[in-house]
């Protein structure tokens, strides 16, 4: 069983709002008293500590730790804020005026324990390079490993990479549903209302046009994703622009996707110098030609990139694609081959694929009084 939130009070009426606002949020805490707070300290995921135990607390000069919350009813007076200030709170919430605040902290508390996700973009150094394809694909090897992914087609004038998985007419969220999204998102509802194809959840382009995707709706959508998955794999937009850029910086690994011809390269020059600027850890996936094609040493020598796989033809795929059959097509084919290669290189954490924590998601406000 997941540890719960603690909550810390002897003020029944402030109990009672705690408690309303624990099953608004859908969490199930524990009650503490003052006394007894100390043996599930370091263990809960949130303790929301009242302002009548703010003090008790403080003497028992218990050790600092992240997720502290201190709360009362009405405005916060100076004492509160100091005592605040010695528990090493990360905020005073003030209710009923918090009590938004509140709910959406507890309603965090399931997707604290355990390490974050990964983000990989995956970006195309030219039109038809196979960036798509490579996602959904990795997407799907992940699945097929015991990993828990999330597809994100971060390329409004794609074809949609809920097509590419076979999953357009399945029900669920859409882009133009979350274009709006700012903030933190519930990481277990975001992945419950996506449509979902061989356990890969994908969030997709919509089906009526292009629909701009703002910076701040991408990073709550990738923060939300490391929550609820080990691995989140992103499409990328080879447009320059800020939505671009904002996915690539929120990346811990990026490949760039380039066909083994000169015209190719030529093409992928440009987007690599734009995209490395962004993602210092740019790698690069050479699709191989059958016959007069570049190595892929030579490609990664005109681009400056290290090689991160290549992938030979492979016969079949495009039938495969043309049936609606989501890539990798074949158990043992070249595509597979490589989505393996490139999920071995990912490091582990305990819960899974871990790696460094978002913007978004380390970034903590204090409340000033």
């Keep these: 069983m997941l540890p719960r939130p603690t909550l810390v009070t002897e003020d029944t009426d402030l109990l009672d709002d705690l408690l309303r606002l624990a099953a608004v949020?859908?969490?199930?805490?524990?009650?503490?008293?003052?006394?007894?707070?100390?043996?599930?300290?370091?263990?809960?995921?949130?303790?929301?500590?009242?302002?009548?135990?703010?003090?008790?607390?403080?003497?028992?000069?218990?050790?600092?730790?992240?997720?502290?919350?201190?709360?009362?009813?009405?405005?916060?007076?100076?004492?509160?804020?100091?005592?605040?200030v010695?528990?090493?709170?990360?905020?005073?919430?003030?209710?009923?005026?918090?009590?938004?605040?509140?709910?959406?902290?507890?309603?965090?508390?399931?997707?604290?324990?355990?390490?974050?996700?990964?983000?990989?973009?995956?970006?195309?150094?030219?039109?038809?390079?196979?960036?798509?394809?490579?996602?959904?694909?990795?997407?799907?090897?992940?699945?097929?490993?015991?990993?828990?992914?999330?597809?994100?087609?971060?390329?409004?004038?794609?074809?949609?990479?809920?097509?590419?998985?076979?999953?357009?007419?399945?029900?669920?969220?859409?882009?133009?549903?979350?274009?709006?999204?700012?903030?933190?998102?519930?990481?277990?509802?975001?992945?419950?209302?996506l449509p979902e194809v061989a356990g890969v959840p994908v969030l997709s382009a919509g089906r009526d046009g292009p629909v701009e995707l703002p910076p701040a709706a991408l990073r709550a959508v990738l923060d939300a994703g490391r929550r609820c998955a080990d691995l989140v794999v992103v499409d990328v937009s080879r447009a320059v622009g800020v939505a671009a850029e904002a996915v690539l910086a929120e990346s811990d690994s990026s490949v760039l996707v380039v066909p083994g011809e000169l015209r190719a390269v030529a093409a992928a020059s440009r987007v690599a110098g734009w995209a490395r600027q962004h993602s210092p850890n740019l790698r690069l996936v050479v699709r191989l030609i059958r016959s007069g094609g570049l190595a892929a040493a030579e490609v990664g020598s005109a681009l400056d990139l290290p090689v991160a796989g290549e992938l030979t033809p492979e016969p079949g795929l495009p039938a495969a694609l043309q049936r609606g059959e989501p890539p990798p097509c074949r158990s043992r084919g070249p595509l597979v081959r490589l989505c393996n290669r490139l999920l071995a290189d990912l490091p582990r954490g305990s819960s899974g694929l871990g790696g460094r924590t978002s913007p978004a998601r380390r970034a903590v406000r204090r409340t000033q009084p």
């Design 86 to 193: 010695r528990l090493g709170a990360e905020q005073v919430v003030e209710l009923p005026a918090g009590e938004g605040a509140l709910v959406e902290a507890l309603s965090g508390v399931p997707e604290l324990v355990g390490q974050p996700g990964l983000v990989f973009s995956v970006l195309a150094g030219r039109g038809g390079a196979g960036a798509s394809v490579l996602a959904v694909a990795l997407a799907v090897a992940a699945a097929r490993t015991g990993r828990t992914p999330l597809l994100v087609d971060a390329d409004p004038m794609g074809g949609g990479l809920d097509v590419l998985l076979g999953a357009e007419v399945c029900a669920g969220l859409r882009w133009p549903d979350l274009a709006g999204a700012a903030g933190r998102l519930s990481a277990a509802a975001l992945r419950g209302a």
């Design 25 to 84: 949020a859908g969490v199930e805490p524990t009650v503490a008293d003052p006394t007894a707070v100390r043996s599930g300290w370091r263990t809960a995921p949130l303790v929301v500590i009242g302002a009548d135990a703010a003090a008790f607390c403080a003497r028992a000069q218990l050790p600092r730790r992240p997720r502290v919350l201190v709360v009362c009813r009405g405005p916060a007076g100076v004492p509160v804020w100091n005592l605040a």
